[in-house]
C-alpha cells in the first residue's frame, strides 16, 4: 500500500492505492477469511514440527491502470498531521 496527503483545489485529502490488483480487488470480508485461515493454517503447523526453507520474498507491483484504483479520502481543515500507529495498521489524524 500506498498513502499520502494530497492538495487538490484548495481541499486536503488523504490518498492511498493497493499496489496489487488482485489485492485492491479484495473486499473487508475476504480480507478478514483470509486472515483466519492464516491463523487456522499456522495453528496446525504447530502440532507438527516441520523444516521450513527461507526463501527471499519478492512481490511483482501492477502499476497497469493505478491511477483508477487510488481511492481519496476528504480530510477536514483541522487534520493537518498524519501519524502511523506503532503497528502500522492505523493513520491518527491530529
Known sequence: ML???AKRLGEQYF???ILTAQDSELTKRDRTL???L???????KKLKPVKLKVSEFHEEYDFEDIHSRIKM????ASATNLFWTAESKKILLI
Not at 38 to 44: A, I, Q
Not at 73 to 76: A, H, N, P, R, T
Open 34 to 36: 483470509k486472515q483466519a
Open 38 to 44: 492464516d491463523k487456522m493454517n499456522e495453528n496446525r
Open 15 to 17: 490518498c492511498y492505492v
Open 73 to 76: 479520502l476528504k480530510l477536514d
Open 3 to 5: 498513502a499520502f496527503k
